[in-house]
């Protein structure tokens, strides 16, 4: 029997943000296409060389992507939007694709040739915090084939010496991610299917013996034509060309592992990390005679893995049948390489495995597993000792927290009154106009801003000087939000690196890196915390710089936090307890937060929730816990207020109408959301939910680089009045305006706030 290793895919920013660089450039007119691509050919061509030193037999190809995989399939596909104004029988070309991204403007520089248009809807992918750009499928789409992307990876990796398993985003996943206008997306299928039976013969052509299809809906509830859809897809594909590895991950097949078992497939992929239970059924399900893939190192988190116990596990399996060893998912969402980090200490360091180690690990098992324990003795008795000393490490208990939760009561979490009398306490406290404008927290991090940060942080500039500079930025933000005739104002986020990481510095029980970036979409990479111990607020976070903004205007200023949940999903969460009692841990430290920004004088305080629907798990049934829970933490953060404090919370880049009941149950005063790329599609769930609090509907794409005008942030206004009354709407962004530019910014929120006054002057005609 034998046993190799297998990446499913490797992070594609590149060690230092590479790819990052190269595109942002790009954008900015700075680089030609050619070196772009050049720059990803680069990274492409190190990372294969990478993966092959480090042990790796089968090297994925098609894995790279310029932004998203999931568009970069429907672009394969033809599944072009009629509004990017491509002829009949037009492929799409790079400036067509970045607009399906980002948006456009029209322009010679970063616009459209067809001038401006949207970008596509973004939104989470799965339960991570990876953003794909949604798939579209109109009445008028004819699929036709595009660019074949892996077809040209796979000749690219193999002129260079490279023999590569390509990856392909499996036919039914792509149908159920895909947004329908007027018609089922499984309408679709046999087109899809033409275009994939294509792909594969050509892909066989050229030589691949094996390609790597990634179905990962197959670990979530299938409905009927779900289930069909893969009967039919895989007759046709299995026989189609190369061999198939079908991929599953980020949870169990559990009802639906019949259906994997009896397709006509090569091999199968499972995820023992998020599901270990579901090893003994997939083995006795799955024939001898197909290959099985087990991810055995956790793609998605980087801890160390106890690679004794898997031995344990691996051991009688490997003496049965041939096995692939691999990580439980593609390793996009992990950062690359733990050799980089100079900022760890040696302690924290030793619990930890990036893409690199964890491609080690999995090359100490197939060695473990073929020549036995003996011939690597050495490096399992040092793993053995990592995960023990993680295990009694002392820095990981804090008693005064745990007898702090033990201390909670059930009116912690509760309000002083209900929503109705609380809002007229606040239309008293905070006299704001009908159709209050504000945004959502961050402004733009200039060059300056970032260079003052990096001269700060390598001790170029002193801790006074750096303050100072940030008390200009403040200020002068304050100043041109008043000239902007904004209603609530924010004091713009300047001494904040990221949103989750700025908190995460300042709590106990994290840790962080220096080059531990992941990719959240396209160009946007974030340094998840490490939350390795027990959580506690030290001192204050953000109370000395709401205390000067506001000290600079009459108007409202918000506070400005970032809640539990989100701060749990967006770091990489210590796995030896669960995961709500870390949650209620951080709850409680931005209770004290909260409290000490009310007592200061704050009037509004938002605690931003932007990862409340992600964390939601794949399986309908595990929903109920995990939303007790995750409301439970976020009324725990707020609920000490009075009812004079106006409490908002924003939410992004989700499907929300099938949990508005639990949003309902934050009891929040005001929530923002993202509703400009769906033309204010979700805000019909929050109608028929009759949900009772103040919503601001985002009417201003800020992922996009194209600036919407003051009579299409009317016409959303327009449509969300027609689901929600005119008392309960705000007016803002969609989001933090951080990764824009001033430029962008200053005529946006000028047209948003001209269109405020338009709504509020036509609301006051017709009364």
């Not at 699929?143 to 490279?162: C, T």
């Amino acid at each position: 029997m034998t046993v190799s290793v297998a990446s499913l895919g490797f992070p594609r920013i590149g060690p230092r943000r590479e790819l990052k660089f190269a595109l942002e450039k790009f954008w900015a007119g700075t680089i030609s296409q050619d070196e772009l691509e050049e720059a990803a050919q680069g990274l492409r061509t190190a990372t294969w060389a990478r993966q092959k030193a480090l042990g790796v037999d089968w090297l994925p190809s098609n894995d790279f992507s310029l932004y998203d995989h999931v568009l970069d399939t429907s672009v394969m596909l033809g599944a072009i939007p009629a509004r990017y104004g491509l002829a009949s029988g037009q492929a799409a070309g790079l400036e067509t694709y970045f607009a399906m991204a980002r948006g456009a403007t029209g322009g010679a520089t970063c616009g459209h040739a067809h001038g401006s248009v949207t970008a596509g809807e973004m939104t989470k992918w799965f339960d991570t915090n990876y953003h794909f750009i949604v798939p579209e499928i109109e009445p008028e789409t004819r699929l036709q084939l595009g660019h074949i992307k892996p077809l040209e990876d796979y000749l690219e990796a193999k002129a260079q010496g490279f023999e590569t398993r390509p990856v392909i985003l499996g036919p039914v996943t792509w149908l159920s991610l895909a947004k329908e206008y007027g018609s089922d997306p499984f309408d679709l299928l046999e087109e899809v299917l033409a275009l994939y039976v294509t792909v594969l013969a050509r892909l066989e052509e050229a030589g691949a013996e094996w390609v790597q299809i990634d179905e990962p809906i197959l670990v979530t509830d299938l409905t009927d034509r779900q289930r069909r859809a893969f009967t039919r897809a895989y007759a046709k594909l299995g026989r189609a060309g190369p061999k198939i590895m079908l991929a599953t991950y980020f949870g169990g097949l559990e009802n639906n592992l019949s259906l994997a078992a009896s397709l006509p497939v090569a091999g199968l992929h499972i995820d023992l990390a998020r599901a270990p239970e579901q090893l003994d059924a997939v083995v006795k399900a799955v024939p001898q005679n197909r290959l099985l893939s087990l991810g055995v190192v956790d793609g998605r988190n980087i801890w160390r893995a106890d690679l004794a116990a898997l031995l344990d596990r691996l051991e009688p399996l490997a003496a049965q049948r041939d096995l692939v060893l691999a990580p439980s998912c593609s390793l996009l969402h992990v950062p690359v390489d733990l050799q980089l980090e100079s900022r760890l200490d040696d302690e924290l360091k030793q619990w930890l495995a990036f893409a690199v180690q964890k491609i080690e690990e999995l090359d100490l098992l197939r060695r473990a597993l073929a020549n036995g324990r003996k011939s690597v003795a050495a490096e399992l008795a040092a793993s053995a000792r990592a995960t023990e000393a993680r295990k009694t490490a002392a820095r990981i208990h804090d008693r005064t927290v745990s007898e702090r939760i033990a201390a909670l009561t059930p009116d912690m979490r509760e309000r002083r009154a209900g929503h109705a009398e609380r809002v007229k306490t606040q239309s008293k406290v905070l006299n704001l106009p009908l159709f209050p404008t504000t945004t959502i927290g961050s402004f733009p991090q200039t060059g300056a801003v970032r260079k003052a940060r990096a001269e700060y942080n390598r001790g170029v500039l002193d801790s006074k000087s750096y303050d100072a500079f940030l008390h200009q930025e403040t200020e002068r933000a304050i100043r041109w939000q008043e000239e902007a005739g904004l209603d609530m104002l924010v004091h713009g986020e300047f001494e904040r690196n990221d949103m989750v990481q700025y908190f995460g510095e300042k709590l106990a029980g994290f840790a962080f890196t220096v080059n531990g970036w992941v990719q959240s979409y396209g160009s946007r990479c974030v340094r998840p915390p490490i939350l390795y111990g027990d959580v506690s607020r030290p001192e204050p976070m953000t109370v000395h710089w709401w205390r000067y903004a506001q000290g600079l205007t009459d108007k409202p200023v918000k506070g400005m936090l970032t809640g539990p949940v989100t701060i749990l999903n967006w770091s990489f969460v210590r796995d030896d307890q669960p995961r709500e009692a870390s949650c209620r841990q951080i709850a409680l430290a931005i209770r004290d937060e909260v409290l000490d920004l009310e007592a200061a004088g704050c009037k509004a305080i938002q605690i931003d929730e932007a990862a409340l629907r992600e964390g939601l798990p794949l399986r309908e049934r595990d929903w109920p816990a995990y939303l007790d829970w995750a409301v439970d933490c976020f009324r725990l953060a707020a609920a000490g207020v009075g009812n004079q404090t106006q409490i908002h919370t924003h939410m992004c880049y989700s499907e929300f109408n099938d949990i508005l009941p639990s949003i309902g149950a934050m009891d929040t005063d005001v929530i923002s959301i993202e509703t400009a790329r769906s033309q204010m599609e979700l805000l019909a769930g929050f109608a028929s939910y009759r949900y009772p609090s103040a919503i601001g509907p985002g009417i201003y794409d800020i992922h996009s680089a194209r600036v919407p005008s003051k009579d299409e942030m009317v016409a959303l206004m327009r449509l969300a009045q027609k689901h929600l009354r005119p008392e309960q709407l705000w007016v803002n962004p969609d989001c933090g305006l951080k990764t824009r530019g001033w430029d962008e910014v200053k005529p946006a929120i000028a047209a948003m706030v001209s269109a405020a006054r338009t709504l509020r002057a036509e609301t006051n005609t017709e009364a």
